[in-house]
């Protein structure tokens, strides 16, 4: 806690608490956001001669608890959970006003976030002006007392809602299901109504704050800075006026900034868009021709501009809409429609209007007598609607439609293969802002459409850091292209399996398996539908610039709906990492991704093929490696059976951990095997494994062939 300077030019100062233990400087809290105190009075914070907690400065009182004070003498203590608490100086336990009760925009463990039905107090979280000014922005969020949290723009238009509590989590947040990080409570009783969550690791630093960009996000710090794995709203467009007056708000191009003004208006304060504060919008360039005639002092008269593709503001329906005055909460949109913009002839001198049919436009008409302007955007709607196949699927996601022409320049006519994957190769690119892709080429017909819609659906609306992000795709004709963010440093079987490849040292081995784990976890518990992968396997684990696991190739996924705990399907994957369920023809669950896990951990401390010679010792070339683990574990000499590349530098407790969570996972019945969820809290230690049996089948390849099974 301390007195937090901003870094405007006039330094004002405010009282706040921020995480001490982070070198970036992150507030949680502010007491005086609404009235800085300038570099030119010194503040002086103290209890009051009634006991209140008090800025001063000078003689004005700039911030007060207005505590009802009852005991003689009261001290404030900030307490190890962040809460600044006034109580009484002989009784800790009689708290007289506490600042979890005042949040600002942080949520921290042990706060509670609702309301007391008896006394009123309600603790709802307001964003902050910008990055450096705290005072109170624009976006709130609050509990409702139908049990779901509500984001609100200017405390009256609501534009996003958690859904309501269903015993375990908020349902339209379904990454609550994953408690590798929290435990979450909700209580709704007579006297009170609120969520909370506590830590599971408390050395673990943890925010969920209203960000100034109006998005309710869930933040860990990660050494160097924190790291997002939730949004709310997922998509920043879907944000009431995220950008401010006459702006598109543009989350699903790479190459352009999120917002931009229309044509013919400019930034209002380049100042306040560089702090994240883009309330403030654009302005017009050039005023029109209120008089409405010809006879301007340029002789020209304004004309309109057509904006194709935009996300038009209000719930007009059909025929003609009208807006007065600002033109806020305009998003592009590639099933939207198009905005015909009035504009100066000056703006559009080198315009020419190529478009024919129906005008959608936007007019300013003026009061003379007053001379103000008025903006009327007369929006006609027609019936018809963009024909794209995937408009109804990933509204909002942020997928951007590439053409096919652009693909081939981005790629210089597919000329560098980075690989072959299923049904396509992978082919390296460069987009117009130096951003490179890779972009897989679906090949043939057969089944090509297919599994463009299984891995567009897949992959287009989930994000997590262990998983790969599609950026965008194109469907011309029969060709389809799928454009994902690409990893320099390729898949974990370039590095594990070939001589050319880096040496991956231990602990990077290690966070690889956990990256991996948690990735899968997602996807099986985290996502509003199971998603099950169907082909683990090194190749499809693809390593960024730090080497950070992203789990790849979303082709042969299934979708489970959370009513069905099965899916029957035709045998899909890899020889090797396929689960007896696969084999057999049986019905498959996600416990086939587990086992496919438990292969690769297998693989990661080899450096080898679990099928093939090379998973063969010289001395046992009949034990088939897996068998190899377990009569380790069993009798001792694990040491032996890590990669010999990394000349013993391994954690032993970590390698045993592994083998036992890899022998685990690969146990032959389903139901034996853990969940995603339990392996990462294997893995992180949150709970020790057991010595898992020998698999039946295992038992099988130790007496009779070793490949009896792995080749077709």
């Not at 007579?190 to 909370?196: D, I, L, T």
């Not at 160097?224 to 939730?230: C, R, Y």
């Not at 007056?245 to 999120?258: D, R």
């Not at 196949?389 to 439609?401: E, F, L, Q, S, Y």
Request: glycine residues 8%; contains cysteine.
């Amino acid at each position: 806690m301390g007195s937090k300077p901003s870094n405007n030019t006039v330094i004002n100062s405010y009282l706040g608490i921020w995480f001490h233990e982070v070198p970036k400087l992150t507030t949680v809290w502010s007491a005086n956001g609404d009235s800085p105190i300038s570099n030119l009075v010194s503040p002086e914070l103290m209890i009051s001669d009634d006991g209140k907690l008090v800025i001063l400065a000078g003689d004005n009182i700039i911030w007060s608890t207005q505590a009802n004070v009852t005991a003689n003498r009261t001290v404030a203590v900030l307490l190890a959970d962040g809460n600044l608490v006034l109580r009484s100086s002989s009784n800790s336990s009689d708290i007289f006003w506490q600042s979890f009760d005042y949040p600002t925009d942080t949520l921290l463990p042990g706060a509670k976030f609702g309301r007391n039905k008896v006394t009123g107090l309600n603790r709802r979280f307001v964003s902050r002006r910008n990055l450096n000014d705290q005072a109170p922005g624009v976006y709130s969020i609050y509990l409702g007392l139908d049990e779901s949290m509500r984001l609100s723009w200017k405390s009256s238009t609501e534009y996003w809602s958690s859904g309501e509590w269903n015993g375990k989590y908020f349902n339209s947040i379904p990454e609550m299901s994953d408690t590798s990080f929290c435990n979450y409570m909700f209580v709704n009783n007579g006297q009170e109504v609120y969520f909370s969550y506590t830590l599971v690791n408390e050395s673990t630093i943890f925010q969920v704050v209203l960000d100034v960009s109006g998005q309710w996000k869930v933040r860990i710090w990660d050494r160097q800075d924190w790291v997002t794995f939730s949004y709310s709203p997922r998509n920043q467009c879907d944000v009431y006026a995220v950008c401010g007056a006459f702006t598109v708000c543009s989350s699903s191009s790479k190459a352009n900034p999120l917002c931009y003004c229309m044509k013919g208006f400019s930034i209002g304060s380049p100042e306040d868009w560089e702090l994240e504060d883009r309330t403030g919008g654009c302005i017009r360039n050039t005023p029109l021709d209120c008089n409405g005639s010809g006879n301007s002092t340029t002789g020209m008269t304004d004309k309109f501009y057509p904006m194709p593709f935009i996300r038009l503001p209000g719930n007009g329906i059909g025929g003609c809409s009208i807006w007065h005055n600002e033109l806020i909460n305009v998003a592009a949109d590639d099933g939207g429609e198009i905005l015909y913009l009035r504009l100066s002839a000056k703006e559009l001198q080198s315009w020419k209007d190529h478009r024919h049919g129906t005008i959608i436009g936007v007019t300013v008409g003026v009061s003379t007598a007053a001379l103000a302007f008025i903006l009327l955007i007369v929006i006609w709607r027609s019936g018809k609607r963009s024909s794209h196949p995937m408009d109804d699927d990933h509204g909002g996601v942020g997928i951007i439609a590439f053409r096919y022409v652009d693909m081939k320049r981005a790629t210089k006519h597919f000329s560098e293969k980075l690989g072959v994957g299923g049904f396509g190769s992978v082919f390296k690119g460069c987009l117009s802002d130096s951003v490179a892709i890779a972009v897989k080429r679906l090949d043939g017909a057969r089944q090509g459409e297919k599994q463009f819609r299984s891995e567009v659906s897949s992959i287009g609306i989930i994000q997590h850091v262990n998983l790969v992000k599609l950026i965008g795709f194109c469907c011309e004709g029969d060709r389809r292209l799928l454009v994902y963010e690409y990893m320099p440093n390729r898949s974990l079987d370039s590095h594990l399996f070939q001589s050319h490849g880096t040496v991956l040292g231990w602990s990077i081995r290690y966070q690889i398996a956990l990256g991996v784990a948690r990735g899968l976890a997602y996807l099986h518990h985290s996502c509003r539908d199971c998603i099950i992968h169907c082909d683990i396997k090194p190749e499809n684990i693809l390593l960024d610039a730090s080497f950070i696991p992203k789990v790849a190739d979303f082709g042969m996924a299934k979708f489970i709906g959370r009513d069905f705990s099965r899916v029957v399907t035709t045998m899909r994957g890899t020889i090797g990492y396929l689960a007896p369920e696969w084999i057999s023809g049986t019905d498959i669950t996600s416990k086939v991704d587990v086992y496919s896990y438990g292969m690769v951990l297998l693989e990661i401390i080899s450096g080898r093929r679990n099928s093939g010679k090379e998973s063969f010792t010289d001395d046992d070339h009949a034990r088939y490696f897996p068998v190899q683990v377990m009569d380790k574990l069993l009798n001792g000499g694990i040491e032996s059976l890590v990669d010999a590349n990394l000349h013993g530098d391994v954690n032993l407790d970590h390698v045993e951990r592994i083998c036992k969570v890899a022998c685990w996972c690969i146990q032959d019945n389903e139901f034996d095997r853990p969940t995603m969820v339990e392996v990462v809290k294997f893995l992180e230690g949150l709970s020790e494994p057991a010595m898992p049996p020998m698999p039946r089948l295992l038992h099988a390849i130790a007496g009779g062939s070793p490949l009896m099974i792995l080749s077709s």
